[in-house]
């Protein structure tokens, strides 16, 4: 009897070494790891030093693993990782954009650079254009005089503003309220003339711009005309013979016995190979007919 007994508990340690055998084979199959870090199963201050582990410890340990994720399980958001990876790509989207962008700004800030040295150079090369012929225009004009467009004092070029000042004979006024009511229509026609020139027309058309004017500065208007305009053609509305003198072709009209006559004149002498034809249209009749108009 004894030896029976004896012959089932051998049977028995041999079904439980295979059963642990075939235990440790399905882990080993099922955890790959396993099978690398075997050799290191059961050295002495490893991660695997199980002389002071048991079967009961680990079956312990693990309900409590599992009580702890079924735990969290319920009180932790399982998308968070999902979202997380979704937050993590936007945010390199994102990025990408910034940097984009960032090159983009960079390349607008050169093309802005550009555009301003070129807009400084334009208003630059525009003043002293201008200011050249503001001088001889005025200077003709008005003989004995002249005038520039220089930037006030404390600038330091012109891109901070200018301001118009007007010399005669050498003497440079402070200020054009020390200049008559003439001559400042002079320095403003002046500008307008030389600003005008920089980008000629072919066509102006002057209305009376000599009302305020004495009959030497009208000759001279037309003088300057003819100097400075040559390539462009003039139709000048004027009521004073200094100016007539310097028409090619002159349209005089007349207001009489309630009716209207307008007569064209050439001018022969003041013909020139050079530019447009100047037609002035004169009237003797005109202020009379104001008055009439005003009564």
Partial sequence: MQKKLEAVEDDLQVLESEVEEAQSAHLEKQHKWISDEKRHF???????DFSNYSMEIGMKALAEKKKRKEFLENTINAKAMHMLGTAEEQCRQVELKKQQLKKDKEKLMGVIAK????????ILKAHEKVNKDFGNIFSTLLPGTSAKLEPPFGAKSALEGLEVKVAFRGKWKESLGELSGGQRSLVALSLVLAMLKFKPAPLYILDEV???????HTQ?????????????QFVIVSLKDGMFNHANVLFKTRFADGTSTVTRTENRSNWSGEGGADEIVGGEGEPEKKRRRKS
């Avoid at 555009?115 to 334009?122: A, G, R, S, T, Y």
């Avoid at 001279?220 to 462009?232: D, L, Q, V, Y």
């Fill in 42 to 48: 059961g050295r002495a201050l490893s991660a695997y």
């Fill in 115 to 122: 555009l301003d040295e070129k807009k400084k150079n334009e």
């Fill in 210 to 216: 000599d009302a305020a004017l004495d009959l030497s």
């Fill in 220 to 232: 001279n208007i037309g003088a300057m005309i003819k100097a400075h305009f040559k390539e462009s």
